[in-house]
C-alpha cells in the first residue's frame, strides 16, 4: 500500500517575487511532489491556498496518510473550519510535516497550543545543522552535520512544547542556534516540524533536505493498527472482555 | 512573595446534587481554599463560573500565579475570550493545575491540541495510585502508593501528548490503569493534571490527594526571570549583543 | 537487506523444571526464533549461556543487528568482558530486545545505570496491558488492549531511567500496575524492554506477545547512516568543512 | 534543614599550570565553595582526588545532599569502589552536578551508560548559552541568553542519553552547536550536566555561571519522601495494604 501523500502549499510568493519564482517556477510544492515522486512507495498529490476548500475537502484529507504544510504571508486567510478538519484527521492517525515558516500557521498553533513564536532576521548568512539524535529514520543517510550556504535565520527561544524528540540543532553565522528538526505526536499523529526552506533559497533543491523530507513522509505514515482514541460521550462498559479475577 | 492562587469552579454538581452537597457543603473550591490556606507562603482567591467573566477579569488572571481548575458538566458554557485570557496568562508564565474532569475543559484542550478523551465508568470501585517518579518535588510527603476507598473509573488511552513527567499510575479494581497525575510546560507556564475529585466521592478530603494538590501549587508556580517569549512580529536585529568574531 | 537477529537465552530453566520444559521443549529460544523466522526479512541465530563465550563471540556480535536477551537464574555467571563487547555494539547502533526478568541482568543494568529493582510476586494472575501510545511501530496490529491470563506480577517502582517511549501499562488481578514497554536509547542504539514472558506461563505462544516482539525487532534494527559517534581523544579540527562567515 | 554540599574536585591542573593557578589560586572546589556559601540555606565542604578515598568516605558521601564534579586528567585515577559509593548514594537520591569535563568521570559514564563522548577543540572562542525551557528553576534570573568571551569548544554529537530536560544550546564562534545544560534522574537522585568550566578560561567567575550553578544545587537536593526503591530480592507479598475488591 503506497502512502498517499498530499503537499499543501500557501502558492503566493512565488507569483509576486520573480527572485522566488526562479527558484520554484512552478511553485514549491511541485518541486517537493516531484522530489517525492521518485521515492517508492508514494502517491502525491498538491493542494494549494486559493482551491476550493484550499484544495483540502473532505475527502481529499480522508484519504491523506501523509500531509506538508508550507505558509507564509496568509496564515490568517486558511478557513477555521479546514483547519478543524485537518486538525481532526492528524489526531486520527494522519502524519504532518510542517516546514519553515508553517511554523505560525493555524494548524500548527493549534496542535502545540503555544504561541509559536520565534526570533528571526532575514540576512542570508549560513546555516550548520547538526545531528543530536544519530540513527533515528527521519536522518537516515544524513552524516553528523550539513550546511546550506544561505538562509534566514530563526532564533531561540522557540515557543513550542517539549518535542518528543529533537533531531537537529542549526547554528547561523550570527552566532545564534534553533531546534531544527523535532517531531511530536498529538492523538494518533506524528507531526514533524524542520526549519528550511525560506522561499528566496534554493534550500528545497539541496540534497540533504530533500532527503529528510522524504523520510519525514515515510515516519509519519499511519501505522497499521493505531486507533482512533474513543472516549466520551461513549463510554464502554464491556471493554475489558476479559474480567479481573 | 506569597504566591497567589485562584482556585476556579464551576460550582454547579453541588447546588443540584444533596450528595455533592454533603461532601462540599460551600463547593469543592472552598474545600480546597481552606487547605491550601493552611499551608505557608499561598495566597487563595476563588472564582466560578456564575460569576461575572466567570470570575476571571484580566486584574484577577493577571494577578494569579497559579490557577486550579474543575469542571465537568458546564465546560461549553465557559466563554471563548475567558478561555484566551487564561491560555495567555499560562503561556506567560502562570501555573495551571487541573483536576479531575478538568480533562475536558476548553483551557486544557486549548493547550493540549488533543481531544483529552478517556474512557470512564463510574461504579465507585478502589483507585490505587502508584509513584512512577520517585523523589519528584510533586510527590513530596508520598509514599510509593496510596489508595482511594471509592472513586469514577479513568481508563487509557488517555488522548494527550505525551507528558513531561509521568508521576502517577492509577490501577482500578476493576482492571482499567490510567496516568494519574503527569505535567506539560506550554509557553513558561507550567501545566498540571492530577486525576482524582469525581464529585460524590470525598476524594478533596484525603490528605495525599490533598498534599499533592499543595505541592503541585508550589510546583507549578513562576521563577523568577522566566521571561514571556519574544518573537514576531517584534524581531531584534541587534539582541544578540556580543556579536561572533 | 535482511535484519540479522540472535535470540540470546540463559537456557537453564527448561533443562531443570519440567514445566518450563513442556512450555519450551526446545528452550524459549527456540521458540522465539521460530515465531521470528516465519516473518519476512529476518535471518536468526540464536545463542545461550554455556556456549563458549556463551555464544557471543565478537564475530557473531559485530554481524548482529538485534540482540534479544531473556535471563534469569544466572545473570551472574554472564562475564564482564562479553557485557562490555555487547554494550560497545549497541553503542554503535545494534538493538536490543530485554524480555521479562532480563531486567536484572548485567547488559540491562550496564546500558540504564540504575539498580533496574522492581517489585514482583509470583502468583500466576491475570496481567492486562494497556496502549498509551496508539500509533506507535512497536504496537503495529495490537488493539487498546490484551490480556494474558496468567502471568508473574511485576509492580512499580521500577527503577529505570525515565523512557523515551512508554508503549504499554500493565495491571494485574491483584491491583499493581507496570509500565512493561518502554524504550530507550543508548549511543546510536535502540533498546526495547517488554515485561511479559515467565518462564512457568506460556506468554511466547501468545500472539500479540509475538507481534510486539516482532515488531520490536524491525524496530530496534539499525538505520542507514546512523554513526558510531566520534569523539575524544580524536578531535577533528577540520570536519566543519564550510567554516563561518 | 540546609543542603548538604560536597564540591569534589581533581584539582591537578592548578598545582601544576600558572595560567589556572592564577584564574582559580585556591583551587576551583574553594571559587565554588566560595560562591555557595554565600547563598542561604547551604552547608559546604570540598574534597579532593588526592586525598584519602578521594575525599569521599562513606560517612561523607551518606551526609551528602548535592555533589559537584569536576575532573579532567585524572579520571582514570578514581577508584571503581569510590565510584559504586557515589553512584549508590546518586540513586538513593543525592544531587550530582557535573561540569565541563567531567562528561568524561568515571561516575557519569557509569551513570550514563553511554560512551558520553563529544567533540571538542580549544581556541578559545566566543560560547553563547541559549535558554531554551525559560522558566526551569535552574534558569532562574537568566535572561534568553548570555555569553562567555572565552571558552573552549564542545560539539555534538555529544553521546549522551535523551535528557529529560534540555535548558541550554551553546553556540561558537566557530559555528559547532552543544546542549550545554541537560538534567536526567537516575534512581531517585537528580543530575544535572552543565558546560561551561575549561580550566584555562574564568568562567566560574561569571555571574550567570555561578547563578545557574547555585540554583542546580538548590534543585538537585532530595525531596522529602523520595524513597530508595526496594526490589529485588526483597519481594513484599503484603506491600499493597488495601487489597482489590
Chains 1, 2, 3, 4 share one sequence.
Not at 105 to 131: P, Q
Not at 220 to 236: I, L, Q
Request: aromatic share 8%; charged share 25%; net charge negative.
Amino acid at each position: 500500500m503506497p502512502i498517499r501523500v498530499t503537499v499543501w502549499h500557501e502558492y503566493r510568493h512565488e507569483k509576486r517575487n520573480e527572485q522566488v519564482r526562479k527558484l520554484y517556477p512552478d511553485g514549491m510544492h511541485q518541486t517537493l511532489a516531484t522530489y517525492l515522486k521518485t521515492l517508492g512507495g508514494i502517491e502525491v498529490r498538491t493542494a494549494t491556498l486559493d482551491e476550493p476548500e484550499h484544495g483540502l475537502s473532505q475527502s481529499i484529507v480522508d484519504t491523506t496518510d501523509v500531509m506538508l504544510w508550507w505558509g507564509h504571508m496568509a496564515h490568517a486567510e486558511v478557513q477555521d473550519t479546514i483547519v478543524s478538519r485537518v486538525q481532526s484527521r492528524v489526531l486520527a492517525g494522519m502524519g504532518l510535516v510542517v516546514l519553515h515558516s508553517g511554523h505560525h500557521s493555524k494548524i500548527f498553533k493549534r496542535l502545540m497550543g503555544t504561541t509559536c513564536n520565534l526570533k528571526w532576521r532575514d540576512e542570508g548568512g549560513r546555516e550548520a545543522l547538526f545531528v543530536t539524535k544519530p540513527g533515528h529514520p527521519i536522518l537516515a543517510g544524513i552524516d553528523d552535520h550539513f550546511v546550506l550556504e544561505h538562509e534566514e535565520m530563526y532564533g531561540e527561544y522557540f515557543d513550542v512544547p517539549e518535542p518528543d524528540e529533537l533531531l537537529l540543532i542549526s547554528s547561523f553565522s550570527t552566532g545564534e542556534v534553533f531546534r531544527s528538526c523535532m517531531t511530536w505526536q498529538r492523538g494518533v499523529g506524528k507531526i514533524v516540524y524542520f526549519r528550511p526552506g525560506h522561499e528566496t533559497y534554493p534550500s528545497y533543491h539541496n540534497p540533504q533536505v530533500l532527503r529528510i523530507i522524504g523520510n519525514a513522509v515515510r515516519w509519519a505514515a499511519p501505522v497499521d493498527g493505531g486507533k482512533v482514541p474513543e472516549g466520551c460521550p461513549n463510554p464502554s462498559p464491556d471493554w475489558l472482555k476479559t474480567k479481573p479475577d
